[in-house]
Every structure is written in structure tokens, then in C-alpha cells.
């Protein structure tokens, strides 16, 4: 089955700088590719996602980048505020059943 | 348009027990994955039913069941309850759209049940 590597575990940014958290995936096939974010306490809120057709997608200060040929995908935040203060999460999938990655508790230092 | 919604929010147990969980899509959504999520294994899948059959399935004992109504409401069951089930269980709706796209899931609030 599908396996999703994420690293790193903890990231702490300081504001206004950016961040990248990247991801690796096992299966060929997968073809989508979401990324959530997870406030305590809260649910996982999809914030940007890529399909296997697109290299690159951008929403504001948010891009994500997908290589299918090393078979991984990265999230970049630029210009990070504090609410950017978040578990993010990866994931890889073909059909409705999404793997996960471990997850990236990210900390914006003021 | 309203949001993935769970009930009920919060569940506590004792182990042997069972419990069911229910979950109402977001209106035109016709796909209900469901997730667990723990501090020690993260968000690991279930299943996932769409019109009513469930298409693909995690890997979890038979303890862990569900079903999908007409309306597109699904329910979870586990039964004879462990300790090791305390956990976040996440509901996601997807719209799936004939061309293959729509894969995009909605995650609902989820129910945290505790074990005891």
C-alpha cells in the first residue's frame, strides 16, 4: 500500500521568513495530493492540493510543488504570520482513501 | 452551504462496550471516508462508502464497521471496545464527480471517544 514519509516533525520559523515542509510517497500511482492544517483542538482544513497533471499550484502565500518522478511533493509558506501556527499535514491518494503523513507542528517565533 | 457534521462530539466508554458514530456529508457530497486519529499512529483510514457500498477499506480489525444511508449519511460501529480505540474519529465528505476529480474531502469536527 501506499506509505507518505514527512519531515520535518517540528519546524519553528521566525515571522515574515518562510517554511517548507516536504513529503515522499511510495505508490506511482497516486494522482492527488492534499495538504491540511490542524489548529489544537480542531479539525484538518485542506489549504492547498495538486493533482499528478500539475507541477506547481500557488494560493497566495502558499505554493505547493510535486515532482513525480522522485515521487515527492513539498508545501511553501512565504512571509509566515502567526496563525500560520499549525500541525500540516500531507497526504497521497488515488482513489477516496488518503495516507497520511506524520505530520509538521510548525511555530512562527514573533 | 453547511459543513461535514458529526455526532456525537464527545464519547466516553468502557472497554467490551460498543459505539456508534454518525456523520452528515455536506448536501450534494455522495462520498463519507472515515479516519482515526491518534497521537501515536496519526490519521490512519477506515473506509470509505460511496451510494451506499463501501469501496475501499483500511487496514483495521472487523470490530470496525459502517454503513451509508440513502441520503448519504454514514454511521460507524466498533464493537467489544479496547482501550487502544481512544481516539479522534474524523469523518470526510468528497463529491466525486463522474471525470474522476472532486477528490477534494471536507473533514468534519470528529467525535473523540474515550475508552475506559
Known amino acids: 500500500g501506499e506509505n507518505v514519509e514527512q519531515h520535518p516533525s517540528t519546524l519553528s520559523v521566525q515571522e515574515g521568513d518562510s517554511a517548507v515542509i516536504k513529503c515522499t510517497y511510495s505508490d506511482s500511482a497516486s494522482n492527488y495530493f492534499p495538504w491540511y492544517k490542524q489548529e489544537l483542538g480542531k479539525r484538518p482544513q485542506l489549504i492547498i492540493d495538486i493533482r499528478s497533471n500539475v507541477g506547481e499550484k500557488k494560493d497566495q502565500r502558499i505554493a505547493v510543488t510535486l515532482n513525480k518522478t522522485a515521487k515527492h511533493f513539498s508545501l511553501h509558506i512565504t512571509e509566515t504570520q502567526p496563525e500560520d501556527s499549525a500541525v500540516y499535514f500531507c497526504a497521497a491518494s488515488l482513489y477516496e482513501k488518503l495516507t497520511f503523513g506524520t505530520g509538521t507542528r510548525l511555530t512562527i517565533i514573533p | 452551504k453547511a459543513g461535514v457534521t458529526q455526532t456525537p462530539r464527545y464519547l466516553i466508554k468502557t472497554r467490551g462496550q460498543q459505539v456508534t458514530l454518525s456523520c452528515s456529508p455536506i448536501?450534494?457530497?455522495?462520498?463519507v471516508s472515515w479516519y482515526q486519529q491518534t497521537p501515536g499512529q496519526g490519521l490512519q483510514f477506515l473506509f470509505e462508502?460511496?451510494?451506499?457500498?463501501?469501496?475501499n477499506k483500511g487496514n483495521f480489525p472487523g470490530r470496525f464497521s459502517g454503513r451509508q444511508f440513502s441520503n448519504s449519511r454514514s454511521e460507524m460501529n466498533v464493537s467489544t471496545l479496547e482501550l487502544g480505540d481512544s481516539a479522534l474519529y474524523l469523518c470526510?465528505?468528497?463529491?466525486?464527480?463522474?471525470?474522476?476529480?472532486?477528490?477534494?474531502?471536507?473533514f468534519g469536527p470528529g467525535t473523540r471517544l474515550l475508552v475506559l
Open positions: 462508502y460511496f451510494s451506499e457500498t463501501q469501496r
Open positions: 448536501s450534494g457530497h455522495r462520498s
Open positions: 470526510a465528505s468528497s463529491r466525486v464527480l463522474p471525470t474522476g476529480d472532486g477528490k477534494t474531502q471536507y
